[in-house]
């Protein structure tokens, strides 16, 4: 779920666009790794929009992006015998850059 504000009605105006959501989890490749799954994604991001003919804009923005996810190992000894297990969060932390145009 995403949203965006432009508080100028005019041809070039600033925005503030937020959002957040679930995002999905992934693997990646820890030997052993038995589980993963996704968490918490929300974001922030500021821009401007410029209006280049009636019904076309270019947008370009900078922002900040935080992303979530678990997962687990289990260890087992040289007979397979399972003998630990730990989970741990994975949080990411992202600075972005998005640029486009709308209609």
Not at 16 to 41: C, M, Q, R
Not at 66 to 93: K, L, P
Request: cysteine-free; glycine content about 14%; charged content about 15%.
């Amino acid at each position: 779920m995403d949203g965006r504000y432009y508080p100028l009605k005019k041809r070039v105006t600033p925005y503030i666009a937020e959002g957040g959501g679930y995002a999905l989890s992934w693997l990646d490749n820890t030997p052993g790794t038995t589980f993963t799954k996704g968490g918490v994604l929300a974001y922030s991001q500021l821009g401007i929009r410029i209006y280049i003919s009636k019904n076309v804009a270019w947008i370009f923005g900078l922002g900040y992006r935080f992303q979530q996810g678990w997962a687990s190992q289990i260890f087992t000894d040289v007979n397979g015998n399972v003998v630990g297990e730990r989970e741990w969060s994975m949080n990411s932390h992202f600075f972005t850059v998005k640029t486009g145009f709308t209609f």
